[in-house]
């Protein structure tokens, strides 16, 4: 070993689990060569139109580039291509384009300055800016300006694309562009300072099934190219200069993780059934229609929660009737003759939309997201509506409406159904009237509310992401209060109780698609509360399957009554522990 070998030490950094799984490899830095040396230097004014078409040429051939990659996505990922198609748009952006020229003009200062300048001003201005909308469209902008000047500063843009050995992708941020062209021969992984498990690039590495962590803050500034990583995407764990042990012991995780994950997804079409008979229906949570393929693949038995917002995030306007309904058909028709709960939009909170002038909230959170929003924009709403229920005549069709607080806003939404419903039997469309129409259970009101709310609807759907952010105070999307989010909280296990027996009470169907129904350590909990139907992401499918397979529901009821009776999340922990200890550890690869 060198004596520089031997002072990188092990370290260990802690970012988002983005996309699960394990890899371990050689880092290679992708993106921003040559872009943190830029220089000023004056232009003379015989020389400024020089400069400002050499300006003009890179915008030209970065717009080329991406035109290049545009036609070059892979049929998979063709879904991601309208990111960059927006992209293409923003090349000729006045506050990025025009404001560059002007700045060189005026300025008489070179072309790669004058960009940087206004794209730092822009960021400033929209620094102090809430709305995620905004905050985005700077961040499609950054995209851009960072491809324009690479061509500026002639330095080489690493295509992903022509990578032509096997390692970890490192960069302060993946754009859609650039994961839109991992080749998975190629790319083990990969690992970016920035971004979050919603991000449209964390989504596209589950898609891809690569083992991706993000938010890391630096990691850019941490590791070298060659440098020997390990990425741990389930625990959002990245290893720099492991040591030969820590190696050892990664290699021997992924063998059994992947050896694990081989031998529940062989599994993953049969039952979930109990050892003594007890059914669960487990199904998939998903966004986009073209994760149909995985839900099969990992044994679903239908989809619990499809997340609606994604086709009105992703353009600048409302997509039509017609627009919605293709899509919802195409989901229903896959899937049929098994279910599919299509909630309707959820839009704001953390999932701003396209229309900007009314969302500059305090409290997103607490804002008009969701139902709120629809029933503040009926017509909003109604064209949706009637894109679902023409999408019943296609197979197995729920509906569910998210975030409801109050009982008028169930009253209202009905009212709003059945307008729908009445528009399309007038206009003599064919279609199922009698579906099932539930609501999601994530406000704290809801849940005392419950019993008053189930003679509104056929079925309950308890969603923990937001009933823990809403519940316990916790924002979901703060990493600083992260430790005090857990589905294992006393309170929330005592609200999904009561909501479970208050739904047995009523006759109606009660199920889950928070986060918390993916982990099998939670499955004695939720057999023992004998929720009958369970929806989470895809992948998680198999694990939770087999986990059910291994379990009692008998069992799993006479520890319920001594899980409700602890006090803090790290006793019910523990009972969970003692009692399952052997089964979890069996079925999980960090053992
Ligand atoms: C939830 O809140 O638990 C849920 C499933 O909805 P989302 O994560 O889309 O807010
Ligand atoms: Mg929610």
Not at 272 to 297: H, K, P, R
Not at 322 to 346: C, G, H, N, S
Request: charged fraction near 30%; proline fraction near 3%; glycine fraction near 6%.
């Amino acid at each position: 070993m060198t004596a520089i070998e031997t002072e990188d030490k092990e370290m260990r950094l802690y970012g988002i689990g983005a996309s699960p799984g394990i890899c371990i490899g050689k880092a290679y830095l992708v993106g921003k060569e040559g872009v943190d040396v830029i220089k000023k230097y004056h232009i003379a004014e015989s020389r400024l139109q020089n400069e400002v078409n050499r300006f003009k040429i890179a915008v030209e051939k970065a717009k080329k580039e991406l035109q290049g990659i545009i036609e070059n996505i892979p049929q998979e990922l063709r879904e991601h291509a309208y990111i960059l198609e927006t992209h293409m748009v923003l090349f000729k952006d006045k506050l990025l384009y025009e404001k560059t020229i002007e700045t060189i003009e005026n300025e008489h200062i070179n072309a790669e300055w004058a960009l940087k300048k206004v794209v730092s001003n822009l960021k400033a201005m929209f620094h102090n800016i809430q709305d995620s909308y905004l905050k985005e469209r700077v961040d499609d902008i950054v995209h851009v300006s960072e491809r324009i000047m690479l061509n500026l500063v002639g330095a080489e843009t690493v295509n992903i694309a022509d990578i032509d050995k096997r390692v970890i992708l490192v960069a302060h941020d993946l754009s859609p562009a650039d994961t839109s062209q991992i080749q998975l021969e190629k790319i083990m992984g990969f690992i970016t300072d920035r971004g979050g498990r919603a991000s449209h690039t964390g989504i596209i590495a589950r898609s891809l099934e690569i083992p991706a962590v993000m938010g890391l803050d630096n990691v850019t500034a941490i590791i070298k190219n060659d440098d020997i990583i390990i990425v741990d995407g389930t625990s959002g764990i990245v290893i720099v200069h492991p040591t030969e042990d820590t190696l050892k012991d990664y290699f021997r995780r992924k063998i059994n993780y992947e050896a694990y994950q081989e031998s529940i997804n062989r599994d993953g079409h049969l039952l979930a059934e109990t050892v003594d008979g007890f059914s669960v229906q487990v199904m998939a949570n998903i966004e986009l229609s073209e994760e149909i393929a995985s839900v099969i693949d990992h044994g679903g038995d239908g989809i619990g929660l499809y997340r609606t917002e994604f086709q009105y995030l992703s353009s600048a306007f409302f997509p039509s009737e017609d627009e919605l309904f293709e899509k919802y058909k195409a989901v229903v028709e896959a899937i049929a003759p098994k279910p599919v709960v299509i909630r309707t939009l959820d839009i704001n909170g953390d999932k701003a939309i396209a229309d900007t002038s009314e969302f500059d909230e305090t409290n997103p959170a607490l804002g008009l997201r969701a139902i709120r929003y629809c029933l503040k924009n009926p017509d909003v709403f109604k064209t949706q509506l009637r894109a679902i229920l023409r999408a019943t005549a296609f197979g197995n069709v729920r509906i569910l409406f998210p975030m409801i607080s109050t009982c008028e806003e169930v009253r209202e939404a009905r009212r709003i159904l059945d307008e729908a419903a009445d528009s399309l039997e007038k206009e003599g469309v064919v279609f199922k009237r009698n579906i099932e129409v539930g609501i999601m259970i994530e406000v704290p009101s809801a849940v005392i509310m419950a019993d008053v709310l189930a003679q509104y609807v056929d079925f309950f759907s308890i969603g923990t992401n937001d009933l823990i952010q809403y519940s316990l105070a916790i924002d979901r999307d703060n990493k600083d209060v992260a430790h005090l989010y857990h589905p294992l909280n006393p309170a929330i296990l005592r609200m999904v109780k009561h909501v479970a027996d208050v739904a047995r009470e009523k006759g109606i169907k009660v199920y889950m698609c928070g986060e918390m129904a993916g982990d099998p350590i939670h499955i004695p909990i939720l057999l023992g509360l004998e929720m009958v139907e369970l929806s989470m992401n895809p992948q998680a499918i198999p694990a939770v399957k087999s986990m059910i397979r291994a379990l009692k529901v008998e069992d799993a009821r006479r520890l319920m009554k001594d899980i409700l009776k602890q006090t803090d999340v790290k006793d019910v922990l523990k009972l969970l522990q003692d009692n399952y200890g052997t089964i979890i550890s069996e079925k999980m690869y960090t053992e």
